[in-house]
């Protein structure tokens, strides 16, 4: 049964990454073989039906997608397009997302209504789908979560009655580091119905510790009690340096605070509730003197830290509501008092203001929430959202800058005191204007601006004001977000040396 989805036929090669779990690897391991499908030759693009991230990005469409999606296009050679993700749902609340459909909001909708819109979306899916097809020798396809979590997939729409739609083998990824692999795998399998199992060509092991032949055995035992190979067993890494699909990478029992010391350019960054587009940040962890942390408590924020960035947010009227139950407004103004650097990003700009207000409702029921107080701004959430890809110049330096904006949110200078931040427009266009806002000669700054510091000269001088201000030596920046190519040849590399790349591709 295809749950709704046009019959099986033939069209673009396809491979599908299903999981026994949620972070066990589907998104590596499909941005890894869309780079091993490109050095063969192949035109190859990314493609899920279905993403769950507030970590999304703007393509050439002028749309959102996730974010996975765009790292697994660039591993391919190719530009992100909307259609690689159909449907994309943002949080707002633990019961509430926006729905976005090939790039634009579609609705908001409680979680518990969004299986009642499914059938119509899934002819949308079909529709991206299908236009890939047209374009591309091999379609690496993702699922999500469990491919077996028995409760949802009478309304699936992402991993097994996707891959059925389009006749895609599917290979089952499982997370042998959290334990429990061959419940994971042997469980999964025998929860399959018979047409399931018969598209499961094998499965792959991920985040293996230690010497291999010691698991010889238990490959053993899963190729027996399943009657299907293991193709993979690919060893944990943490040198390969890829986006985050999502804020699980930055949750604490998932990321160690680093030391911080007067030898270092120490960065702390607020861990929001509802944290989104944290993967601004990761560029500047590619310095080596540089230490950048998560804050999950206003009491792990010192003076210690040179600067405090507070990231994007899916909901800005939650999140201040939240800062100020929890302490962190009050240990924010105590930090920009003792003259620490402060940054916001989107919704973190928003944050750094004086008031939000959300007369028609769109992320909360609170109307209006104070701000933290540090810029003289207002900010009204609306209906109609910003999306669109920017590039420019900064005012306090003079530094080229490009990224894009993803925002419902429009803010305004409340006070005569500072200026903007950046002066903007997009790429081709004459118009420009005036984004963000700054004070102090950008002690206190923030802007819409996501993608900030991908331009090099632009991270270098952020940091070298930092590391100038603590008397370090001034360095220069590394090249950015340019050196994730040659990390997605190393990702490449990992997986050829580990999976059996050439039996796959007979698979398909």
Request: with cysteine.
């Amino acid at each position: 049964m295809n749950q709704g989805y046009p019959p099986e036929r033939k069209a673009a090669r396809a491979v599908m990454f299903l999981g026994t779990g949620s972070d066990v690897g589907k998104s590596i391991a499909a941005t890894a073989f869309c780079r091993i499908f490109k050095r063969r030759g192949y035109r190859v693009a990314p493609f899920k039906a279905q993403n769950m991230s507030n970590n999304s990005y703007v393509t050439v469409e002028g749309g959102e997608i996730g974010r996975a999606q765009v790292v697994q296009a660039e591993a391919a050679g190719v530009l992100p397009s909307v259609h690689m993700n159909p449907i994309l749902l943002k949080p707002s609340t633990n019961m509430r997302s926006q729905v976005i459909v090939q790039g634009k909001i579609f609705t908001q909708i409680e979680a518990i209504r969004y299986h009642d819109v499914k059938p119509g979306l899934r002819k949308i899916v079909m529709e991206s789908y299908e236009r890939l097809s047209k374009e591309y020798e091999i379609i690496v396809m993702e699922g999500a979560g469990s491919c077996c979590e028995m409760n949802l997939k009478r309304d699936d729409l992402v991993n097994f009655p996707m891959a059925m739609a389009v006749g895609a083998p599917c290979i089952l990824m499982a997370d042998i580091d959290r334990g429990g692999v061959f419940a994971q795998i042997v469980g999964s399998y025998h929860l399959m119905t018979r047409k399931e199992r018969d598209l499961t060509i094998g499965f792959v092991i991920n985040k293996f510790r230690g010497d291999p032949r010691l698991f010889s055995s238990g490959m053993e035992y899963i190729e027996k009690k399943t009657g299907k190979p293991v193709l993979g067993l690919v060893p944990f890494f943490e040198d390969i340096l890829i986006d985050s699909e999502d804020s699980v990478a930055v949750q604490p029992d998932k990321r160690d605070p680093r030391p911080v010391s007067g030898k270092t350019v120490n960065i702390a960054v607020l861990k929001l509730p509802a944290i989104s587009n944290f993967t601004d940040l990761e560029v500047l962890e590619m310095e080596s003197d540089i230490v950048v942390n998560y804050l999950f408590r206003p009491q792990e924020l010192s003076e210690a830290y040179d600067c405090l960035i507070l990231p994007g947010t899916k909901n800005v009227m939650e999140d201040a509501f939240w800062l100020g139950r929890s302490g962190w407004k009050a240990a924010i103004r105590q930090y920009a008092k003792g003259r620490g650097r402060v940054l916001g990003i989107c919704g973190g700009y928003q944050l750094l203001g004086e008031v939000i207000m959300d007369p028609l409702g769109i992320e909360s029921d609170r109307k209006v929430v104070r701000g933290i107080g540090l810029l003289p701004v207002s900010t009204v959430i609306e209906a109609d959202k910003v999306v669109r890809k920017v590039t420019g110049t900064c005012l306090l330096n003079q530094k080229r800058v490009t990224g894009y904006e993803i925002h419902m949110g429009r803010s305004r200078p409340t006070g005569r005191r500072g200026k903007p931040f950046l002066k903007i427009h997009v790429p081709g266009a004459k118009k420009a204007w005036s984004d963000g806002w700054v004070i102090n000669n950008g002690v206190v700054a923030g802007t819409y601006v996501h993608g900030l510091f991908d331009v090099p000269a632009m991270k270098g001088d952020f940091l070298n004001t930092l590391r100038r201000a603590k008397g370090m030596k001034e360095g220069r920046p590394s090249k950015g977000r340019l050196a994730r190519f040659h990390q997605y040849d190393r990702l490449a590399d990992h997986f050829e040396a580990n999976c059996d790349v050439e039996r796959i591709i007979r698979m398909l």
